[in-house]
């Protein structure tokens, strides 16, 4: 059974940082494709950074020289490290492997004075 489980969101202040965590099970985690997606209230889910299993990233416009997503092969660990946030990235963050369809509950991050 798949399991992606999210942590470290919370409430932040703009121009501050977070650290989100992915943990997943289930999977052979090294040989997987990573990604975050997020969701803000009223749009659609979309896609802010992926990582290949070889450590390839690839960003969204909107968080590009602001966010680094990382892996850990050895702990089956997905990273994504947000800085300069904006209230306009407040949003739930959900982990996933990538083109599989395996998700996590989400976390919240809220980015707000």
């Known amino acids: 059974q798949v399991q992606l489980v999210e942590s470290g969101g919370g409430l932040v202040l703009p121009g501050g940082s977070l650290r989100l965590s992915c943990a997943a099970s289930g999977i052979i985690f090294r040989i997987n494709t990573m990604g975050w997606y997020r969701q803000a209230p009223g749009k659609q889910r979309e896609l802010v950074a992926v990582i290949t299993s070889g450590g390839t990233t690839n960003y969204a416009d909107s968080g590009k020289g602001r966010f680094t997503i990382s892996r850990d092969n050895a702990k089956n660990m997905v990273y994504l490290q947000m800085n300069s946030l904006k209230p306009e990235d407040t949003a739930v963050y959900y982990c996933?492997?990538?083109?599989?369809?395996?998700w996590g509950k989400g976390t919240l991050v809220n980015v707000s004075s």
């Open positions: 996933t492997v990538y083109g599989r369809g395996y």
